[in-house]
């Protein structure tokens, strides 16, 4: 079962359709999947709705499909890095669903997890409770949310095995994980392809079940804010 | 006369504890930990790390180690790392012993409103919302007025809320309240700040 | 004549294909890993492994190292670990595609119990309702009758069920049944077993 | 803040108290906390709720404190090697409340997560769905299970470092995690401590958050079934 493919586009052929969920990891511009988004902007399929923490920036990552205006709906936690985003939200011409963070990975995790449903404290007597089910455990109020269970997952890894076996660095790791096992199909980009036996089986963040594709790829893995401190004099 | 940025954050590190695993929001509550001094403090950055260091030198920035506010940052020898579901799953399951958080406006039954301003600025919730409703303590670090001098400190908050009865303890440049039953009550008021200035600048019913 | 434990393993083996990922459970089904021939097949063991290997050599067993019938076992080069809460995470989450597992009795709606006789027999379910209501198809292995010679293939399943119309195949020693509407169909007699001797020792209606 | 104790009687020093909830890492005899169990027989305290897979064999593992009827109740998936147990069960002195496997492991990570309800569908239409809240999500029906608030979560990993964060070793890290995640308190035994620094922190299965007090010991890691094949001829 062979799961590397060549390209981006190659990885992707065969998947994509108008008006599809994507769930896609990555958090502000780190551990984005950008060779996948490249590629999605490529296709032109239209009338998406993404999943994702954020929605890129301006010109970079899910921005570039912001700008060609692929997507119709966000469902996110902060969107605040992205004129362009903010515009189109302004205008009317995207929707927007706000997920606090949490619940966003939460509901990602439960979807992979064949969880449709759970109870949260999060947003409790916020907007975000709005129209959602309320329940009483142990006398304090929690509100439902629902698993997301995506069409197609977009994420990227650090290094993977051709099985798919995937580990991830620092906090790239973030969204990713969820991302991938709440798709119904997975695909991947990795910096790095090894051999089944070179990752330690005990160091595994996703196993490759929930990896279906898997390109290699160069990534730019663009900094948002460069924060730096002086080297005391020694 | 009152506290400045610094002196809030060096306030607000004095709720902090020796073992404490703690989550520091973006602005003020970051400095915060300039003002740990000894104490076995550990930083969780919610994007998915416990154990935060400083700032990288010059040339040593990491793309793949960013903290919540998406600067980067540095790791510690007891560092560990996780995914956004694991890190929130320890944010919501009450893991976190406090978070220090910026805020648009406080209401003195603890409401905290600090993620939008209908049609002006949406930029969303972010952690916010999962860190209220989950850590041990919330306390807000904030200027105790606006811009153009209206009071943070409310009866009743205007904007859309973060959380509901939420907020424990509230510093700002003026003082430290603390959310009581029947409105706020003054912990202490800031170098050379009067009470009767404090409950001047304050809108919420002082107990 | 019918099959033996080990053609009822082989026969089970041609329901998997090229990268499935698969959990075998006790008994008959864990023999069905002796006939996965070329087929890249990964085996799940629902304590938390992907990729699990054969028996380990004499002296080579390792006490944190077993499945999920306990027995020592190996890993493999494509190997990963994980905790019991992803493993059944990815179990419910439909990412098995094939569970192959013994029981007690199986009904025509594709009822399936396997986990208790009340009064006599109180082991638990262990990890089978999981799998019954969560992986892609159901395939129960057993005899066609118990050792009394009463049909184990019902109209209505007696003992207390694993699930509730999960099974979507059934391999005996006499053939092959699918549940389908109505009742279950025919798929095939075992060698030597023709279709009236399959019929007469099966309780369940055959459509 | 020190975390690492000398002996498992220390560790769990003014932690423990009659009829309190425990979570146990473990399954079967794999991975099981031995000494923390040891030092709960030792202690007397009784009336106790188990959650926990297994409930070890006679003799060994928890099957120690179902010899001493120190346990109420168990809340497990699987007792089959246990005859003890079952000669307690059948005899109406021990309750005993069936989980699913996958079951108990998410009401576990759940009351960890902070989540006290979810839906599956495992057990919809068998006895584990009496009494339970019943929801259909997307025609198909579910029932609600409840998240596990342990007083106290006892586990084993193989090693960690002074400030908790801890790494499993293979199949022995199972029930561990979601155990420790769901105590108030959770109490760790290990085969090595080590100082910060000297694990990846990429490879931390457990962050030291989710643990408070820590012992290094000597572990039997008893084998239930020695399973072998025997070398070919070469």
Known sequence: MKKVYGTAAEALDGLLSDGMLIAAGGFGLCGIPELLIDAIVESGIKDLTVASNNAGVDGFGLGKLL???????????????????????????????????????????????????????????????????????NGKEYILEEGIFADLAIVKAWKADTTGNAIFRKTARNFNPPAAMCGKICVM?????????ELD???IHLPGIYVHRLIKGEHEKRIEQRTVRQKEAS | ?????????????????????????????????????????????????????????????DADLINAGKQTITELPR???????????????????????????????????????????????????????????????????????????????????????????????????????????????ADGVTEEELRAATLATIV
């Open chain 2, 79 to 189: 560092t560990s790392y996780f995914d956004s579901a694991t890190s929130f799953g320890m944010i919501r399951g009450g893991k976190i012993a406090a978070a220090i958080l910026g805020a648009m406006e406080v209401a003195e039954n603890g409401d905290l409103a600090n993620w939008m301003i209908p049609g002006k600025l949406v930029k969303g919730m972010g952690g916010a919302m999962d860190l209220v409703a989950g850590v041990g303590k919330v306390i807000v670090v904030m200027d105790h007025t606006n811009k153009h001098g209206d009071s943070k400190v409310l009866k009743e908050c205007t904007l859309p809320l973060t959380g509901k009865g939420v907020v424990d303890r509230i510093i700002t440049n003026l003082g430290v309240l603390d959310v009581v039953e029947g409105g706020l009550k003054i912990v202490e008021c």
């Open chain 1, 189 to 197: 980009e990795v910096e790095e392809i090894v051999e089944p036996g």
């Open chain 1, 67 to 137: 700008e060609t205006k692929q997507i119709k709906k966000m469902m996110s936690s902060y969107v605040g890095e992205n004129a362009e985003f903010m515009r189109q939200y302004l205008s009317g011409e995207l929707e927007l669903e706000f997920n606090p963070q949490g619940t966003l990975a939460e509901r990602m995790r439960a979807g992979g997890a064949g969880i449709p449903g759970f109870y949260t404290q999060t947003g409790v007597g916020t907007q975000i409770a709005e129209g959602k089910e309320v329940k009483i455990f």
């Open chain 2, 1 to 61: 006369m009152a506290w400045d940025r610094n002196q809030m954050a060096a306030r607000a590190a004095q709720e902090l504890d020796d073992g404490m695993y703690v989550n520091l929001g973006i602005g003020i509550p970051t400095l915060v930990a300039n003002y740990v001094g000894d104490k076995d403090i550990t930083l969780q950055s919610e994007n998915g790390m416990l154990g935060m260091g400083p700032f990288p030198f010059e040339g040593e920035e």
């Open chain 1, 201 to 203: 089986p005990d160091h």
